[in-house]
């Protein structure tokens, strides 16, 4: 996925939150509703967080450097966890702390003001629904056939998951704080707003724990999809001549793959022969993945085993011949 959908779900999404922060706060301060100066919070708290994930964005396309030799491409992991980490803490416990704070001083929304909530709410509602759009149709771009879930789970690229969550739990939010703010109005009761304010709190965090976990998966390092593997196999054994003996994969960043594979070659070739070998699968992957930017292909001798054909698939069908600890010539 490239950055640029991405780039333009965020400003979407930063566009609509600085606009409704704004009108939730004013809300707020007419009518001491704690729903909407929790929605408020919420709001500078997403709005930090897409500004957040513009600067991972833009750091990361840095140039390598001899301290860092593959680059900054896992800026962008970076910063969408401190994404998580301020949704948690700035968004979700701040909720849950107003709602505390109301349901020990409960207060309805009186004055003649009473009607600002509501319209705020539905028309944050509408904006939301738009940002969200937005983030879908990025999305669907790269998505495939792929279930919203499984695309959460395993995209490389943070930042749409990151959006779509975040969007998606401030159409829930709202819907949470229009429930609190209209039953408190209909009954005179402020518990209602503290549990509209309780719910919201609640789905911040339980969103910023969801995107810190896949966040800290992608920090620690994963490996290419499983398509993008069965094309570097492929481009690897294509030549009829090349076999896998094993392959690992690395993202050094959304669009940077780092692959090392140990490669079969002939006993009786020489040098210059296994260099170009080398070179022609270097070209081969390059094709077939165009985000591999790093790749290093250590030649080998492999017997088959008794009865196994080897395969291009780096299964346990060859025995190392060195450097891979027992096995035989």
């Known amino acids: ?10 400003i979407a999404a930063l566009t609509a939150n600085l606009t409704i922060a704004a009108l939730k706060f004013l809300a707020f301060a007419l009518t001491r509703s704690s729903s909407m100066l929790a929605e408020g919070i919420h709001s500078v ?48 416990l701040f909720a849950l702390y107003e709602a505390y704070h109301k349901y020990q001083d409960p207060h309805p929304i009186e004055g003649s003001f009473w009607w600002v909530p509501l319209a705020v709410l539905i028309g944050a509602i509408v904006a939301e629904s738009f940002s969200l759009r937005t983030a879908i149709r990025e999305s669907n771009h790269t998505r495939g056939d792929m279930g919203w879930v499984r695309f959460v789970r395993t995209a490389k690229a943070p930042e749409l998951p990151v959006i779509l969550l975040e969007d998606f739990g401030a159409l829930i939010g709202l819907l949470f704080a229009l429930f609190g703010v209209s039953m408190t109005l209909l009954t005179d009761n402020g518990l209602w707003d503290a549990a509209g304010t309780a719910m919201i709190g609640l789905l911040l965090v339980a969103i910023a724990a969801v995107l810190a976990v ?21 481009a690897i054994g294509n030549d009829g001549a090349t076999h896998i003996i094993h392959l ?57 085993e008794a009865g196994v054909t080897p395969s291009a698939n780096g299964g346990s069908a060859r025995t190392p011949a060195s450097g891979d600890g027992g096995g035989q010539v």
């Open 1 to 10: 996925m490239s950055a640029g959908g991405g780039n333009k779900a965020i």
């Open 45 to 92: 708290a997403d709005s930090g967080n897409q500004v957040l994930l513009l600067v991972g964005g833009k750091r990361s396309k840095r140039q390598a450097s001899a301290e860092h030799p593959f680059g900054f491409g896992r800026e962008r992991y970076i910063y969408a966890f401190i994404v998580s980490i301020v949704l948690f803490s700035v968004g979700g």
């Open 214 to 234: 896949e966040t800290k998966s992608l920090l620690l390092g994963e490996s290419a999809s499983a398509s993008d593997v069965a094309k570097i196999e492929e």
């Open 248 to 304: 690992k994969t690395l993202h050094l960043g959304p669009d940077e793959l780092l692959v090392a594979a140990k490669i079969t070659v002939g006993s009786q070739e020489s040098g210059a022969q296994i260099a170009a070998e080398i070179n022609d699968a270097e070209r081969r992957i390059r094709a077939a993945v165009p985000i591999a930017t790093a790749i290093y292909l250590e030649p080998d001798l492999y017997v088959p």
